[in-house]
């Protein structure tokens, strides 16, 4: 088969119930997410796949490498914060340039490479897009800008073209979906002659701060508070969806009118759960948990060549296994001093019934967090508790069973620590960023 190119698609703080595909409720103005739905329709989606880490940085660490995040410094940060920007800090933090990643290692099988969207694994001169595989791209540096102004949390412009600043007029979640589509249209004729493109669209939508196309005037008035704890409502926030499904979509008949969408495999996921406003029905937990809510996300992939539509799997998976998948789609080795975490889901995306047992495991510094998902059970720690869970049968995680079950637990228990003591210790000076505590808003 012509190799696909692969179009990779990462949504920021999205909960796993804010799409209509997933259970999620129509808008006031209608369907929130009706081509990502037509998506999930034509061709495959997952109930059961997790995010690496319920914060982005590290997860986005899982992505790049296809390999645990924790074997790197930079993503024992939770997350990378903007404030370290230029400084000796900020020197430590990120992607090295030397190693491999999905990016590298297509382009080095002849792929043509793009990052469109949100980068946040460390700052030029010393880490960027640029230097780990990218040949294009256009984005923010840090975990969140404004959507109109461009600036980060710590009030610094933050859009690039390359490792140059760029400034540009424009709704930031347009501006990628344009982008994108027009990325499409360029590489159409290396791509019908062989040359196939990875793109990767990470968007910063919906993450904070709460605007929506009509907003420009909560730009003005928040500044550089971009984390807006006064602000937002579930109305925005779902208008925020909304936009990314409408460029989504223009990316979609970008490919269609170019003729190359039968063999292009779009993936959709979300960086982690859900945030503030978000939708984890029926999850407990968001952003920065280890619950449910935190870490399972939507899976949807695309490919009409390869994938029968209307495919519905529950095969266990985490976002280092979607980029082993990616580069076995594109018959891709790994390096071979970095030998990949993730496990390729190929089989599954070709056929029925070739779900295989994968066990996941994770681990924060921020309040002592540790997880493994083992078939229908989960082992979880938060803050010296542990706590067992049946979560085929209590995705709320609300009925602990580790009283009833107490050598299921210890085993499991056990599994986790031998896990752990291949990974490298979390770094003492490691550090976690909360935007908002009980001070703020009350929490469950």
Same mark, same amino acid.
């Given at each position: 088969?012509?190799?696909?190119?692969?179009?990779?698609?990462?949504?920021?703080?999205?909960?796993?119930?804010?799409?209509?595909?997933?259970?999620?409720?129509?808008?006031?103005?209608?369907? *929130?997410?009706? *081509?990502?739905?037509? #998506?999930?329709?034509?061709?495959?989606?997952?109930?059961?796949?997790?995010?690496?880490?319920? *914060?982005?940085?590290?997860?986005?660490?899982?992505?790049?490498?296809?390999?645990?995040?924790?074997?790197?410094?930079?993503?024992?940060?939770?997350?990378?914060?903007?404030?370290?920007?230029?400084?000796?800090?900020?020197?430590? #933090?990120?992607?090295?340039?030397?190693?491999?990643?999905?990016?590298? #290692?297509?382009?080095?099988?002849?792929?043509?490479?793009?990052?469109?969207?949100?980068?946040?694994?460390?700052?030029?001169?010393?880490?960027?897009?640029?230097?780990?595989?990218?040949?294009?791209?256009?984005?923010?540096?840090?975990?969140?800008?404004?959507?109109?102004?461009?600036?980060?949390? +710590?009030?610094?412009?933050?859009?690039?073209?390359?490792?140059?600043?760029?400034?540009?007029?424009?709704?930031?979640? /347009?501006?990628?979906?344009?982008?994108?589509?027009?990325?499409?249209?360029?590489?159409?004729?290396?791509?019908?002659?062989?040359?196939?493109?990875?793109?990767?669209?990470?968007?910063?939508?919906?993450?904070?701060?709460?605007?929506?196309?009509?907003?420009?005037?909560?730009? /003005?008035?928040?500044?550089?508070?971009?984390?807006?704890? +006064?602000?937002?409502?579930?109305?925005?926030?779902?208008?925020?969806?909304?936009?990314?499904?409408?460029?989504?979509?223009?990316?979609?008949?970008?490919?269609?009118?170019?003729?190359?969408?039968?063999?292009?495999?779009?993936?959709?996921? +979300?960086?982690?759960?859900?945030?503030?406003?978000?939708?984890?029905?029926?999850?407990?937990?968001?952003?920065?948990?280890?619950?449910?809510?935190?870490?399972?996300?939507?899976?949807?992939?695309?490919?009409?060549?390869?994938?029968?539509?209307?495919?519905?799997?529950?095969?266990?998976?985490?976002?280092?296994?979607?980029?082993?998948?990616?580069?076995?789609?594109?018959?891709?080795?790994?390096?071979?001093?970095?030998?990949?975490?993730? *496990?390729?889901?190929?089989?599954?995306?070709? $056929?029925?019934?070739?779900?295989?047992?994968?066990?996941?495991?994770?681990?924060?510094?921020?309040?002592?967090?540790?997880?493994?998902?083992?078939?229908?059970?989960?082992? #979880?720690?938060?803050?010296?508790?542990?706590?067992?869970?049946?979560?085929?049968?209590?995705?709320?995680?609300?009925?602990?069973?580790?009283?009833?079950?107490?050598?299921?637990?210890?085993?499991?228990? $056990?599994?986790?620590?031998?896990?752990?003591?291949?990974?490298?210790?979390?770094?003492?000076?490691? +550090?976690?960023?909360?935007?908002?505590?009980?001070?703020?808003?009350?929490?469950?």
């Amino acid at each position: 088969m012509t190799r696909p190119n692969i179009i990779f698609i990462v949504a920021d703080d999205l909960g796993y119930a804010d799409l209509g595909c997933y259970g999620g409720r129509e808008a006031d103005f209608g369907p *929130v997410s009706p *081509v990502l739905d037509s #998506l999930a329709k034509g061709g495959l989606r997952l109930t059961q796949g997790y995010a690496n880490s319920p *914060v982005c940085s590290p997860t986005r660490f899982a992505l790049a490498t296809a390999r645990y995040q924790y074997r790197l410094r930079g993503a024992a940060e939770e997350p990378i914060n903007s404030k370290t920007r230029g400084t000796p800090l900020g020197e430590k #933090l990120g992607l090295p340039p030397e190693i491999p990643t999905v990016a590298s #290692l297509l382009k080095g099988a002849g792929y043509r490479t793009a990052l469109i969207g949100k980068w946040h694994l460390g700052y030029p001169p010393h880490f960027g897009p640029l230097r780990s595989g990218y040949e294009e791209f256009f984005g923010p540096m840090s975990g969140g800008v404004d959507y109109f102004s461009h600036v980060s949390s +710590s009030g610094q412009h933050d859009l690039w073209v390359g490792e140059e600043e760029h400034h540009d007029e424009g709704y930031l979640t /347009d501006l990628l979906s344009r982008r994108s589509a027009d990325y499409v249209r360029r590489m159409a004729d290396e791509s019908q002659g062989g040359a196939p493109f990875f793109l990767s669209l990470h968007y910063t939508a919906p993450h904070w701060p709460w605007e929506t196309r009509d907003d420009k005037q909560v730009s /003005d008035d928040i500044g550089a508070g971009i984390a807006d704890l +006064s602000g937002g409502n579930i109305h925005q926030y779902r208008r925020m969806i909304h936009h990314m499904d409408e460029g989504i979509g223009w990316i979609v008949e970008a490919l269609r009118e170019t003729g190359q969408l039968d063999n292009t495999l779009i993936v959709f996921t +979300s960086d982690n759960g859900g945030e503030r406003f978000s939708d984890n029905w029926p999850l407990v937990g968001g952003k920065m948990d280890l619950t449910e809510g935190g870490i399972r996300v939507p899976w949807i992939a695309h490919w009409p060549a390869t994938i029968a539509p209307g495919r519905v799997s529950s095969q266990h998976c985490m976002t280092m296994d979607w980029s082993a998948t990616v580069l076995a789609a594109a018959g891709v080795a790994a390096a071979e001093d970095y030998p990949l975490d993730g *496990v390729s889901l190929l089989p599954v995306l070709q $056929a029925e019934g070739a779900e295989f047992e994968r066990p996941l495991y994770w681990r924060m510094l921020y309040r002592g967090q540790r997880a493994l998902r083992q078939g229908d059970w989960k082992y #979880l720690r938060v803050e010296d508790n542990d706590y067992l869970f049946n979560v085929a049968t209590d995705e709320r995680e609300r009925a602990n069973q580790g009283g009833r079950q107490p050598e299921r637990l210890a085993r499991m228990r $056990a599994d986790w620590e031998a896990w752990n003591a291949t990974m490298p210790a979390i770094a003492d000076d490691a +550090s976690y960023s909360l935007v908002y505590t009980a001070k703020n808003m009350p929490q469950r």
